[in-house]
């Protein structure tokens, strides 16, 4: 039974950081794409990086280009996101998921991801 657990969110003022981990346990995730998403009230989550195993490569949404990093651990079994400058925009309930089919490629789109954590809360605010 695969679980994930995100950690590391938390208040910070603009321009702070914060990295997020995502521990996964239960299943061998080889193979899987994990995405990063995140979500506010009364909006679908949006998409924000994702990484593929097999050569590392990674895909973000344009607002968080060169802010954001996600990375993977060896085993992976852990998945982190860190972020810097970050902004009130990026304020969000912050989800990690794990795609729905062994892939060498990933998405940033929330139906292509089958297993989800219950989040961790990101408030970007002075």
């Known amino acids: 039974h695969l679980q994930l657990v995100e950690s590391g969110g938390g208040l910070v003022q603009p321009g702070g950081s914060l990295r997020l981990s995502c521990a996964a346990s239960?299943?061998?995730?080889?193979?899987?794409?994990i995405g990063w998403f995140r979500q506010v009230p009364g909006k679908a989550p949006e998409g924000v990086a994702c990484?593929?195993?097999?050569?590392?490569?990674?895909k973000y949404v344009d607002s968080v280009k060169g802010r954001f990093t996600i990375s993977r651990a060896n085993g992976n079994d852990t998945t982190w996101l860190q972020m810097n400058n970050l902004q009130p925009e990026d304020t969000g309930l912050y989800y990690c998921?794990?795609?729905?089919?062994?892939?060498?490629?990933?998405?940033?789109?929330?139906?292509?991801?089958?297993?989800w954590g219950l989040g961790t809360q990101v408030t970007v605010s002075s």
């Open positions: 239960g299943f061998t995730l080889t193979y899987y794409p």
């Open positions: 990484i593929v195993t097999s050569d590392g490569s990674a």
């Open positions: 998921a794990v795609g729905r089919d062994p892939v060498n490629t990933c998405t940033l789109w929330n139906q292509d991801y089958g297993n």
